[in-house]
């Protein structure tokens, strides 16, 4: 089984910018809509991001509109997060997953990706 494989994490300050990273030995991966979910203590995992296969379609939750933007470059079988103007807020565990439905659909539940890998920390002090 196929499993993400994330990096990039970190402790930062409010307002501080990262960028996670997120490979896996997945099989055409240009097929695939991919997605970053996060999971804070206490919390239960939540939808991040998500990015079709041919990253004409992205979609956010509203709480990382303007501010976090995945992207992805499928000649390296990678995606991204682009995080900043970072708040205590987004700290958590983020992980990507792989979408197992068209490439080019976008779902914000997590029974629709799989591949999940150990995912990176962010903690964003005040």
């Known amino acids: 089984q196929v499993q993400s494989l994330e990096s990039g994490g970190g402790l930062v300050q409010a307002g501080d910018s990262l960028r996670l990273s997120c490979g896996g030995s997945w099989p055409s991966f240009d097929m695939y809509a991919m997605a970053w979910f996060r999971q804070a203590p206490g919390k239960e995992r939540e939808f991040v991001a998500a990015?079709?296969?041919?990253?004409?379609?992205?979609t956010y939750t509203d709480s990382v509109k303007g501010r976090f933007t995945i992207s992805r470059d499928n000649a390296k079988n990678t995606v991204y997060l682009q995080m900043n103007a970072l708040k205590p807020g987004d700290t958590a565990v983020y992980y990507c997953?792989?979408?197992?439905?068209?490439?080019?659909?976008?779902?914000?539940?997590?029974?629709?990706?799989?591949?999940w890998g150990q995912g990176t920390q962010v903690t964003v002090s005040s």
């Open positions: 990015i079709s296969w041919s990253s004409e379609r992205t």
């Open positions: 997953a792989r979408g197992r439905g068209s490439g080019s659909s976008l779902y914000a539940e997590s029974e629709w990706y799989d591949g």
